[in-house]
């Protein structure tokens, strides 16, 4: 009985969740006309030396339809530092559509998707690609380029 009483409790808890996830419509891949999101898109922007302020972006966006998503900001407000960062592994490309790049977490249902306003989708100029999400400008790392994002100072 005890069993059956822990078991049917389980279930209920379950269903709670469940009732509240949205469902998430996963990217077996990127179709051929988004095929130009591919790749690791960087932003490093320093803007005082001597304080070290920062704003770094980085999204991996794979065929498969995977991404990563890391961005660290410092700034120096009077005489205090704001440090602030998001890391997000483990993602999915939800959707590129009406102007926006969507991410989601698929081992964590109940977690909402990222969002970003693609300003910009990507565009070449001066033989590199671009692209502008939320305002910041992103650049496609060549590929023989490699991410330094690891070494990123972040909390």
Known sequence: MK????GLATALVLATFSADAKPIQLKAS???ENRSFVGTWQAKQVSDYSTRNYD???LVLTPDGNALFKHCAKHLVGSTSHVSGTSLTDLVIGAIADGQLTLAKPSFPN????????DSAPYRENGQWYMVLDGTV????????KSDFAT???P
Not at 3 to 6: E, F, L, Q, S
Not at 111 to 118: H, R
């Open 3 to 6: 069993a059956r009483t822990i």
């Open 56 to 58: 770094n972006t980085v």
């Open 138 to 145: 992103l650049r496609k790392l060549g590929a023989t380029e």
């Open 30 to 32: 990127l179709a051929a």
């Open 152 to 154: 990123w100072e972040c």
């Open 111 to 118: 977690v909402p998707e990222q969002t970003f306003q693609l």
